[in-house]
């Protein structure tokens, strides 16, 4: 059965060639990659249009009407909750949708469930907001500013928020334990991008952490992780 995805002003600008499919709008940024390390280990069948964020794309119109806060990544389920289409922003509201959908990287039991949405959250709220900000102090315009004071802030934060995670994982391989969940989905990026990308192992003192490190090198040997990592790329 053909699928329409016409109401939606989006596919204006980036059409569906496979209509059937989830449309991801996205670009292969920690918080984009989020979702397309997901889909990776899913193995659902998805189609990848890339949203130039560093062209303005999005904020343009075609996304807006999608994702009015004008942030990747976004998606379009055709076969969303009762059989219809459905237009869903925010990684972590990605990532949970997802996992509830499909029934897998989130645990059944419901105080297990519950505490991995709370360590997603933790990524969302804490993870993602302060290591973004050590990128744009240490390594991008903010590096330039006279006032070092803001660089400190957020390393210091940044530290301590390593400093969780850290002593979490002291208790088995991943975030929930014995289980590799969203809660790993959506840090794993983030983590790396903070050591690889925004070059700041050393102004973190990565290495001070070895629960962290083990993690992390367990999460990127993962091959569906190493996929997704490059999806969107430019």
Same mark, same amino acid.
């Given at each position: 059965?053909?699928?329409?995805?016409?109401? $939606?002003?989006?596919?204006?600008? #980036? %059409?569906?060639?496979?209509?059937?499919?989830?449309?991801?709008?996205?670009?292969? &940024? *920690?918080?984009?990659?989020?979702?397309?390390?997901?889909?990776?280990?899913?193995?659902? *069948?998805?189609? =990848?249009?890339?949203?130039?964020?560093?062209?303005?794309?999005?904020?343009?119109?075609?996304?807006?009407?999608?994702? %009015?806060?004008?942030?990747?990544?976004?998606?379009?389920? *055709?076969?969303?909750?009762?059989?219809?289409?459905? =237009?869903?922003?925010?990684?972590?509201?990605?990532?949970?949708?997802? =996992?509830?959908?499909?029934?897998? $990287?989130? %645990?059944?039991?419901? =105080? @297990?469930? #519950?505490?991995?949405?709370?360590?997603?959250?933790?990524?969302?709220?804490?993870?993602? *907001?302060?290591?973004?900000?050590?990128?744009?102090?240490?390594?991008?315009?903010?590096?330039?500013?006279?006032? !070092?004071?803001?660089?400190?802030?957020?390393?210091?934060?940044? !530290?301590?928020?390593?400093?969780?995670?850290?002593? @979490?994982?002291?208790?088995?391989? #991943?975030?929930?334990?014995?289980?590799? &969940?969203?809660?790993?989905?959506?840090?794993?990026?983030?983590?790396?991008?903070?050591?690889?990308?925004?070059?700041?192992?050393?102004?973190?003192?990565?290495?001070?952490?070895?629960?962290?490190?083990?993690?992390?090198? @367990?999460?990127?040997?993962?091959?569906?992780?190493?996929?997704?990592? !490059?999806?969107?790329? @430019?």
């Amino acid at each position: 059965m053909a699928v329409d995805l016409s109401d $939606f002003p989006i596919t204006q600008r #980036w %059409p569906a060639t496979h209509p059937e499919r989830l449309q991801l709008y996205s670009l292969n &940024t *920690p918080n984009g990659v989020k979702v397309s390390i997901l889909l990776e280990e899913l193995g659902l *069948p998805y189609e =990848a249009h890339l949203v130039d964020i560093l062209k303005g794309e999005s904020k343009s119109p075609a996304f807006a009407s999608l994702n %009015p806060n004008g942030k990747i990544p976004a998606i379009i389920d *055709p076969g969303g909750p009762g059989g219809k289409p459905l =237009a869903l922003a925010e990684s972590g509201a990605i990532l949970h949708y997802l =996992a509830e959908k499909t029934g897998r $990287f989130i %645990p059944q039991d419901p =105080a @297990r469930r #519950w505490e991995t949405i709370q360590w997603l959250h933790f990524q969302m709220s804490g993870v993602g *907001p302060m290591f973004g900000q050590v990128g744009f102090f240490h390594k991008f315009a903010g590096r330039d500013y006279e006032d !070092k004071r803001p660089l400190e802030r957020y390393v210091a934060e940044s !530290k301590r928020l390593l400093g969780i995670l850290d002593a @979490r994982l002291a208790d088995g391989p #991943w975030i929930m334990g014995e289980d590799y &969940t969203i809660a790993d989905i959506a840090t794993l990026g983030w983590v790396n991008n903070l050591i690889t990308f925004y070059d700041a192992r050393e102004l973190v003192g990565f290495d001070d952490y070895p629960n962290l490190a083990a993690w992390l090198e @367990r999460g990127m040997s993962r091959p569906a992780v190493q996929r997704g990592l !490059k999806i969107p790329s @430019r």
